[in-house]
């Protein structure tokens, strides 16, 4: 998972985890909650791009590219089993 959206106080412990080698490809977290300077250096000092949901809807409204409406094969989301009667997994919903 290269961007995962989080409380701001599950941030720290993303960066716990980037900090032991644990986080995956993990690239970008979105804090729910606006952001401090001294938390978006935190997260930036980390190696991850950081962003607050609001950052994020106002990077939406400045996009430019046309809307292209989804197809019947694009995903539309995965949902997660978890593992009741078997291995836990993944399946893509289109």
């Known amino acids: 998972m290269e961007t995962t959206m989080a409380t ?7 960066l716990e985890l980037k ?3 644990e986080a995956g490809k993990l690239k970008n977290i979105i804090q ?3 952001l401090t300077e001294e938390r978006r250096q935190e997260i930036v000092n980390a190696g991850i ?27 539309y989301t995965f949902s997660y089993t978890s ?9 893509m919903l289109t």
């Open 8 to 14: 701001e106080d599950l941030v720290p412990k993303l």
């Open 19 to 21: 900090r032991k080698n």
């Open 32 to 34: 729910v909650q606006p």
């Open 49 to 75: 791009n950081a962003y607050s949901y609001d950052d994020i809807i106002q990077l939406g409204k400045s996009d430019t590219r046309a809307y292209v409406e989804p197809g019947p094969n694009d995903v």
């Open 83 to 91: 593992g009741t009667t078997g291995d836990p997994k993944g399946a």
